[in-house]
């Protein structure tokens, strides 16, 4: 797994035609995700960053600066209207029984009274608590919320700003808008906490593959301003790469309501 890694051919052509894209969106597809996998040459960073720029001038959201839900209690603290209970900090092993699934778009999600989202916005979800369970969440639902109509809100919000974020945006802004076929999607059937500490986490997911089986990615977030936002991966990534999986390992969200 740590071996050298042969190199691969460079693709050409569109990058939503090429293998590697092709292959993740076809795996999440049901949350009409775009895996926005491209390589964009170092040649063309201050490109990139300029269309970024462009592309997410005037976004404006809850958590906006001169919002009235952006005025925070000091450094580090929540925007108001977003309080949590953050005592319980260890790695959940069980399912919360708390947990209820709302649709957003076309994916049901899990949500907690006590962990979040507590605020669903029209435009974003948000408001997670600073705990191991709030990060499995947001790692469930900011992703999603990057594919719907709001998806310039949620990434200038709830991604963290960096040269990963200027590639997601670049790409997405250009990325065909047909929508997908979700009529044979998967869904989440899992979670796993790969590491977590106040300001980080990675939180693996395990989806059921439509043809067969379970398929897992993991998504990396951080704990900024007061919230849990997605660390893109260097690509512009939003997931890992996907594998086959076995449930082994992850918490089964089983039979919580839906």
């Known amino acids: 797994m740590f071996g050298t890694r042969r190199r691969r051919p460079q693709e050409t052509g569109p990058f939503y035609k090429q293998s590697r894209w ?11 995700v775009m895996a926005l996998v491209a390589t964009v040459s ?6 990139v960053a300029a269309d970024s720029a462009r592309t997410l001038a005037g976004v404006r959201g809850p958590l906006s600066p001169g919002d009235p839900q952006h005025v925070r209690t000091g450094p580090g603290g929540r925007p ?13 092993t069980v399912a919360p029984r708390d947990v209820r699934w709302r649709q957003l778009g076309t994916v049901m999600l899990p949500v907690s009274p006590k962990a979040g989202p507590l605020n669903l916005d029209p435009a974003m979800w948000w408001c997670y608590a600073h705990t191991p369970l709030g990060a499995v969440l947001a790692a469930h639902t900011v992703p999603v919320g ?17 040269a990963a974020r200027d590639k997601f945006v670049t790409r997405k802004a250009a990325a065909p808008t047909t929508d997908p076929d979700t009529s044979s999607a998967g869904r989440f059937a899992g979670f796993s906490v790969e590491s977590y500490a106040a300001g980080r986490a990675t939180v693996g997911l395990l989806l059921t593959n439509p043809l067969g089986g379970y398929l897992s990615t993991s998504v990396s977030l951080r704990w900024r301003d007061g919230d849990w936002k997605v660390a893109l991966q260097d690509d512009g ?16 969200w089983g039979s919580v309501t839906r």
């Open 237 to 252: 990534s939003l997931y890992s790469a996907a594998s086959q999986a076995q449930p082994n390992g992850f918490v089964m």
């Open 22 to 32: 092709v292959q993740s969106a076809l795996f999440m597809a049901f949350l009409v």
């Open 42 to 47: 170092k040649d063309g960073s201050k490109e």
């Open 80 to 92: 108001v209207n977003c309080r949590t209970d953050d005592q319980d900090t260890a790695v959940p």
């Open 146 to 162: 990057t594919s719907g109509a709001d998806w310039r809100t949620v990434t200038e919000q709830q991604v963290v700003p960096g």
